[in-house]
């Protein structure tokens, strides 16, 4: 069974702090993704990025960067010098075959 | 607009009615998904269509649940005879190929929320 756990269910943080979003995986798979998506209020799901099993490197995207560890079964999201606009819930998901399977999210409050 | 649209975004409805979400999806995404969201929890996959087949459905799917796809383009989610425990968000998504540079992406629109009273 494939299973994702985001031990975080809240976060709150003053603005400017540095904020990382833990994620643990199981599956049985040698191939599969990962995911992080947003969720502002409004209920979209906003996609951040995609990571294939294969590829272990970490990646930056101007405040936002992604350490992928393998070896501990992690995929953790780090949001640099956080903004009120980070404010959201973020959901770390992994797909295998067609499906996706979401962790139970993690809500992110960034306070002025 | 090239995201993935839903209609309508909020429908509220007395147990025991019918209701009918509708999506579409980006342009030329030949795969589309439905999942469904309760509050406090991640969205849990429904089902999924490759053109206008169905491929796979969730348990979750009861038999008051269907989802078509008549001509591999836009796809509606009907649910019938509605009970309380049906109250959730209906999220729909929808990816390209899966042998296209970001075919193992999944793009999801705003979500149609349920409310039965």
């Known amino acids: 069974a494939q299973k994702v756990t985001q031990a975080q269910t809240e976060i709150s943080v003053v603005e400017k702090e540095d904020v990382t979003l833990d994620c643990v995986y199981e599956t049985r798979d040698t191939t599969y993704y990962l995911f992080w998506y947003k969720q502002p209020p409004s209920g979209e799901l906003v996609f951040l990025i995609r990571?294939?099993?294969?590829?272990?490197q970490n990646e930056i995207s101007g405040r936002y960067s992604w350490n992928f560890q393998k070896s501990t079964s992690s995929f953790n999201f780090t949001i640099t010098a956080s903004q009120v606009v980070d404010s959201a819930v973020y959901f770390c998901?992994?797909?295998?075959?067609?499906?996706?399977?979401f962790g139970q999210g993690t809500r992110l409050t960034i306070n002025p | 607009d090239t995201g993935v649209s839903q209609n309508p975004r909020h429908k509220i409805t007395k147990r025991g009615q019918n209701v009918t979400f509708r999506c579409d999806p980006i342009?030329?995404?030949?795969?589309l998904y439905w999942y469904r969201q309760t509050l406090g929890q991640g969205p849990e996959f429904l089902t999924y269509?490759?053109?206008?087949?169905?491929?796979?459905k969730s348990r979750l799917l009861s038999d008051r649940f269907s989802a078509e796809r008549p001509k591999g383009s836009f796809s509606t989610l009907e649910i019938q005879r509605t009970e309380q425990g049906d109250s959730a968000m209906y999220l729909c998504?929808?990816?390209?190929?899966?042998?296209?540079?970001?075919?193992?992406?999944?793009?999801f629109g705003e979500g149609s929320w349920l409310t039965v009273v």
């Open positions: 269509f490759q053109n206008e087949a169905q491929l796979e």
């Open positions: 990571r294939n099993s294969f590829d272990e």
């Open positions: 998901a992994l797909k295998n075959d067609q499906k996706l399977v």
């Open positions: 342009s030329e995404h030949n795969r």
């Open positions: 998504a929808s990816s390209p190929d899966i042998w296209t540079g970001s075919g193992n992406t999944i793009y």
